[in-house]
């Protein structure tokens, strides 16, 4: 059996939360910097690199998409190989990116991804495009007709099912929280659909942080929301239990959104009062912090973040 790695030493004297959205992808950290001087060949041997590992592709070209100067550069790889569906889907990547920060409109980003979706018909991450730009500009329809899209191609496509299952979480605000909302069907459904070893398993605890997150924001938890018994419900430790032993088979192997499972498991473990779990989490993700769920409730990340962690394993308190 594979040792586990050793615990990340936390230094309280510097930032050691950085929130990057690689998620510790060393080439694609390595290729993000290249190209933002401009060396779009370092991103089409990454993506090459990459195939069709779905996950991986998304994973990437979302990141790069992110980049401030990454619409140009892309722009430059297509004048240089038009003909080149890779230059084309990073274009796109950053269409929509520029089109959810008001920088270009929403029709032209669209249209970009459509035309990705046509020239690559079995690839969902243009679908995936369309997806975040309906999650940030269009209606819940929108969301649901691109994560089908998304799904038809990878049926266990994971940045995709996490963004269904926000977008279903946000639906029917009530006064309290509803045990048969549709979330948490969804969230079931589709974990079973995936298999136990799946990173998909962990959805149904997705589902619990966004749907709390939800409520909170209706203002339907009253008081303070960390310490709510909402976390030690029946439907709360059944998801923590079978995400936690999920993390537990799948620890030490590759997946590229491995951090923001964790950290959603930490967050969730630690408002549950379970700091012993919570610390394991903690020591485990390391520098690879993620923004959410730790920014929900309009908080400061990095210092929801270090609290709990500090609490979790005795700096401090909470």
Not at 147 to 172: I, K, N, P, S
Request: with cysteine; proline share 7%; net charge neutral.
């Amino acid at each position: 059996m594979t040792p586990p790695p050793p615990p990340f030493r936390f230094s309280r004297g510097k930032d050691d939360v950085a929130f990057d959205p690689a998620f510790g992808d060393e080439e694609l950290i390595a290729a993000r910097a290249a190209l933002t001087q401009g060396r779009w060949t370092d991103v089409r041997a990454l993506l090459a690199r990459t195939g069709d590992d779905w996950d991986s592709r998304g994973h990437r070209l979302v990141v790069l998409g992110e980049g401030k100067s990454s619409a140009a550069w892309a722009q430059e790889w297509q004048l240089a190989e038009p003909e080149s569906p890779d230059a084309a889907a990073l274009g796109a990547a950053a269409a929509v990116f520029r089109a959810a920060n008001g920088k270009q409109s929403v029709d032209s980003a669209r249209d970009a991804c459509l035309r990705v979706a046509r020239a690559t018909p079995s690839d969902p991450t243009p679908w995936l495009g369309l997806l975040i730009l309906a999650r940030r500009t269009g209606t819940d329809d929108e969301q649901v007709r691109a994560f089908d899209q998304v799904r038809g191609r990878h049926r266990g496509h994971h940045h995709a099912h996490y963004l269904m299952t926000q977008c279903l979480a946000e639906r029917q605000k009530t006064d309290g929280d509803d045990p048969f909302h549709e979330v948490y069907e969804f969230a079931e459904w589709a974990a079973g659909e995936a298999g136990p070893g799946s990173p998909l398993a962990t959805l149904p605890l997705i589902a619990l942080v966004e749907r709390y997150r939800a409520l909170a924001a209706a203002g339907a938890m009253p008081g303070d929301p960390a310490r709510l018994p909402y976390w030690t419900s029946p439907r709360a430790r059944t998801s923590l239990r079978s995400a936690f032993d999920w993390w537990l088979d799948w620890d030490n192997r590759s997946h590229p959104r491995l951090a923001l499972d964790l950290n959603y498991l930490a967050f969730a473990k630690f408002h549950s009062g379970d700091t012993v779990a919570a610390a394991a989490l903690f020591n485990r993700i390391g520098p690879l912090a993620t923004r959410v769920p730790w920014s929900y409730l309009d908080r400061d990340p990095k210092k929801t973040f270090r609290a709990a962690r500090n609490y979790a394993l005795g700096f401090g308190s909470a």
